[in-house]
């Protein structure tokens, strides 16, 4: 089993910065790709940033340039970066993690960005 525990989301200005933090504990071992999804009232689950075991990134166009993941494996930590933030961000973020064949979500975060 693996735990995910979000931080770091709250209400920012549109142009402006947050930082998303993910705790991974349990078997945190073994797992390939952690990263975050975020969802919208009323829209589907996307992906935001993931990383996996050998750091290589992923990032949706919609967010490329503007945020960025990272990790602290010496933490367990995940953290993702937002800068020049749009109100069209306003989301719930997850983190995320698989660990072969199994899923893990965190409890998520609220992010808005007011115009």
């Known amino acids: 089993q693996v735990q995910l525990v979000e931080s770091g989301g709250g209400l920012v200005q549109a142009g402006g910065s947050l930082r998303l933090s993910c705790a991974a504990s349990?078997?945190?071992?073994?797992?390939?790709?952690i990263g975050w999804y975020r969802q919208a009232p009323g829209k589907k689950r996307e992906l935001v940033a993931a990383?996996?075991?050998?750091?290589?990134?992923n990032y949706p166009d919609s967010v490329k340039g503007r945020f960025t993941i990272s990790r602290d494996n010496a933490k367990s930590t995940v953290y993702l970066q937002m800068n020049s933030l749009k109100p069209e961000d306003t989301a719930v973020y997850y983190c995320?993690?698989?660990?072969?064949?199994?899923?893990?979500w965190g409890q998520g975060t609220q992010v808005t960005v007011s115009s």
């Open positions: 995320h993690a698989n660990r072969g064949p199994e899923v893990y």
């Open positions: 990383i996996n075991i050998d750091g290589i990134t």
């Open positions: 349990g078997s945190t071992f073994s797992i390939n790709v």
